[in-house]
């Protein structure tokens, strides 16, 4: 298995996973889902975003069985998990976010475990290609307690992946990963999804689910603000932003320029575009907005552009919902 | 839909038989090494001038089911908790209750492994026994029976204790403060016959003290109690622990969130 890069394929809109109504309410009081209504499509990578007590994980509990739902509904490959759990689970994979696994086993040890905790019969050239994919078979006689923090995070992966499932969740799974890693392990990720698995991943780095989601799903309080296409999130709300710095002053925005959207900082020094769409309008208008300072005789020293980021995006949705 | 996964079931047990493997200084040399040292002091030393011995028995070997009674109770318990704690504590306990097992596997697994490693030690302890004792056992397969049963409902037992603790200390509080010393109180150095009143009446209220006579019964023929009540006060131990763990699976106390 060599990696690839991380590229999209066409998913199927069959949903793998439909959760209607959950909430929970742990024995403290505290509310940490309220009325989560989320389908997952077979094939897709799905990034669940939200700040820190959000309640990610406890979402990614209540469909893997550590978290038990106060109410609602989940439904796996079509059939209710309340009922059909054990033959649901054994097609359910989950990477945690905490380090957490016996860490005087051996890698091989503790994968093939995971094999056979989960019902599969003793495959070695299964778990050999999964620990070669992962770089772990040179240190699959090691103790888990001597491997560097990456690699404990991709046993923690190999022994998800050890029983082959279809639904794979991924709790913060880059968390600590130094970002050359972090690369690999997205292009391993695309490559499972790739593979048929559908991928749930929770992150921090907006970046990453930019980079490798189909979806993403905002989750505030406990509550899903918002799920969309990526890309057509990238280009509903996303914008470019120039600044071009200027020689001399202007006192105001020229009227041959009033179409742009303009603004003056830095004492006139500085025009300000911001506009687009996220899908490369923007820049577009910025190219045709320097011919113009041209033809109307507005030299400028400078232009710095920016797409606005998924985490802009984030952050705006965020302090809008705040506010 | 799958009733019972037996290879989930192999899985857990062979992976804790593993571990006690691991740490066998631990887990399997220093309880051998105690209870010797007790055959030695007790039986060798102090039983061999005890010319009437007791209840019919040479002293050294009277006190062979008690002490090895003694052993199992601590390490059954002690096995028992440890292999659930752990995961708990680490958090590694996550994978357990996120793969296709029910109550059936986890406790056959878990508990198994822990009743196992005691009939090692209880093998390991009777053949070091020969050493320093001449014993005999009366009803060997009754023997084996109640050993099993025994290091069965206390490895139970354990499990219980290991979800319930949220801490070392208190895993090591329950054997420390009520197993052992209900064993020492429970006959296993002597007859309850020999008590005096009240202290015969408060003896009986000790559950241990029917343990060790149901096998003294095993070894020697004879005991304080019938059989029957021995053998009926451990199978009620062992419903009493499996109904427990079946309701902590049932409504997930202090596994699941």
């Given amino acids: 298995m060599e990696l690839s890069p991380v590229s999209r394929i066409t998913r199927s809109m069959e949903p793998i996973l439909e959760i209607s109504g959950l909430t929970k309410t742990y024995a403290g009081g505290f509310t940490a889902l309220q009325g989560v209504d989320l389908t997952i499509n077979k094939g897709e990578i799905f990034a669940l975003l939200g700040p820190n007590g959000a309640g990610k994980t406890t979402l990614i509990g209540a469909v893997c069985g550590l978290v038990r739902p106060s109410s609602g509904t989940i439904r796996a490959f079509g059939e209710d998990m309340t009922h059909g759990w054990r033959a649901l689970r054994a097609r359910i994979g989950l990477v945690p976010q905490e380090l957490a696994t016996d860490m005087f086993e051996t890698v091989l040890h503790s994968v093939n475990y995971s094999r056979g905790l989960f019902g599969l019969a003793p495959d070695a050239a299964r778990i050999e290609e999964i620990l070669r994919a992962l770089s772990l078979w040179d240190k699959r006689k090691s103790q888990i307690r001597a491997l560097s923090g990456g690699m404990k995070r991709r046993v923690l992966i190999a022994k998800a992946l050890a029983h082959e499932p279809d639904l794979l969740f991924l709790d913060e799974p880059t968390a600590g990963v130094d970002v050359e890693l972090r690369r690999d392990m997205w292009a391993q990720i695309a490559q499972l999804r790739d593979r048929g698995t559908t991928i749930i991943l929770t992150t921090h780095y907006i970046e990453e689910a930019e980079e490798m989601a189909d979806r993403v799903g905002i989750i505030q309080a406990g509550s899903i603000r918002m799920v969309e296409d990526t890309r057509s999130l990238m280009k509903r709300l996303g914008r470019t932003e120039a600044h071009i710095g200027l020689p001399v002053p202007l006192p105001a925005i020229p009227a041959a320029l009033a179409d742009y959207n303009l603004t003056l900082a830095d004492d006139g020094l500085e025009l300000v575009y911001r506009g687009g769409d996220g899908s490369g309008g923007g820049k577009a208008q910025v190219a045709q907005l320097t011919k113009d300072l041209v033809a109307n005789g507005i030299d400028y020293t400078a232009i710095d552009i920016r797409e606005s980021s998924l985490e802009d995006i984030f952050v705006d949705l965020l302090e809008g919902a705040a506010a | 839909m799958i009733a019972f996964n037996a290879r989930s079931t192999w899985t857990i047990y062979k992976r804790e038989v593993m571990r006690a493997l691991r740490t066998a200084m631990q887990s399997i040399l220093g309880p051998v090494l105690t209870t010797v040292l007790y055959f030695v002091v007790f039986g060798a030393a102090i039983g061999s001038k005890m010319d009437s011995g007791m209840a019919g ?183 009493l622990c499996i109904s427990f763990i079946a309701w902590i699976f049932r409504t997930g106390w202090r596994l699941r969130a």
């Fill in chain 2, 57 to 239: 028995v040479n002293y050294g070997a009277f006190i062979v089911p008690g002490l090895l009674l003694l052993t199992l109770l601590s390490e059954s318990t002690s096995n028992g908790s440890f292999g659930i704690y752990m995961p708990r504590f680490t958090g590694a306990i996550y994978e357990l209750l996120s793969a296709p097992v029910g109550v059936a596997e986890t406790l056959i697994g878990f508990v198994g492994a822990a009743a196992t490693k005691s009939l090692i030690l209880a093998a390991i302890i009777l053949t070091t026994a020969t050493f320093f004792v001449d014993y005999t056992v009366a009803h060997p397969f009754y023997a084996l029976g109640f050993i099993l049963l025994v290091s069965a409902s206390f490895s139970l037992f354990g499990f219980i204790l290991g979800i319930w603790a949220d801490s070392f200390e208190k895993l090591g509080i329950v054997p420390v403060l009520f197993i052992v010393p209900l064993t020492f109180l429970g006959g296993t150095f002597y007859s309850i016959d020999l008590l005096p009143e009240p202290w015969r009446s408060v003896a009986m209220a000790n559950p241990v003290v029917y343990l060790v006579n149901g096998l003294r019964w095993c070894f020697y023929g004879s005991s304080d109690f019938p059989i029957g009540l021995s053998l009926g006060m451990t199978l009620g131990f062992l419903a």
